[in-house]
Structure formats: structure tokens, C-alpha cells
């Protein structure tokens, strides 16, 4: 599935909740509770992300030209909130991790029940993403 397809996935399932503040946060923590386990070994200062209010732990690796991301928070919300980027992210190819246009916050209306210090954390999450696309883009350059 394409970036896009994966967003308006997203926003249709939003678009069920009627912008019901309680059930919309308790299906960001429920989304959190499917994210795949994050490795002990894994949850180091070196995979924090920074500027984020919650411990937010993230890694990346490349397979077969398409980046995969682990991660875990602290919170559930944050948890919860990580796990879309994931869903949106996971499978992808470094270009497209870094020019996709994430719109889907704005269409689901995700400032209004997640707050500025969230959402700085939110943008730094998605930084970190991209940071990790152009890493792996910059090997795989070197490869070939």
C-alpha cells in the first residue's frame, strides 16, 4: 500500500469515532497495544527520540530496498501515536518515507486532543523517520 492509501485508511476509521473525544483517544492507546513488542535490548538512550515529552524509543533497519521501524513508549497515548507513524512508514522505500506528505493529523483533527507538547513530540518522531530514510537512502547510494 502506498503512503496515501494507508492515510485514508487511517482517516476512515477515525471518521467511525464522530469526533468523540474519549473514544478517540482510547483507540489511539488501543493501536498502541498492537504495536509489535519492542526488544529490552533495544529501548537505549541511542534510540530515544528526542524532544519528545514521553520516552519514545525508535530503530530502523532496511530490507530488500524498504525500511522497518520498532517502537515503544512509555505512555500508552505516545505509544498509541508512534504506532500510526509505523503503520504508515513500515515497508516503504527511503524516498518515499522522506517526501511523503503526512496530511492524515490535520483530516482526523489530531491537535485537538493531543496538545502542543505532543505535537512537538509528534513532529519529532516523524524528524526521526526521515533522519533514518536518509541514512539508509545514503547507503544504499554508497552500494551501488
Known sequence: MTVDQIQEE?????SLLDG???MTVFYIMEL???LPEMPESEKTEDNVV????SKVWLTGKIEDNKVYFTADSNTA???GLVSLLVRIF????PDTIL???LYFMNKIGMERFIGTQRSNGFAAMIKQMKLYALAFKTKL???S
Not at 50 to 53: I, P
Not at 90 to 93: C, I, L, P, S, W
Open 10 to 14: 487511517i482517516i476512515n476509521e477515525f
Open 20 to 22: 468523540d473525544m474519549e
Open 32 to 34: 498502541g497495544q498492537k
Open 50 to 53: 528526542k524532544g519528545c515529552q
Open 77 to 79: 497515548i505516545t505509544k
Open 90 to 93: 513500515n515497508g516503504q522505500t
Open 99 to 101: 517526501h511523503a506528505d
Open 141 to 143: 547510494e554508497v552500494k
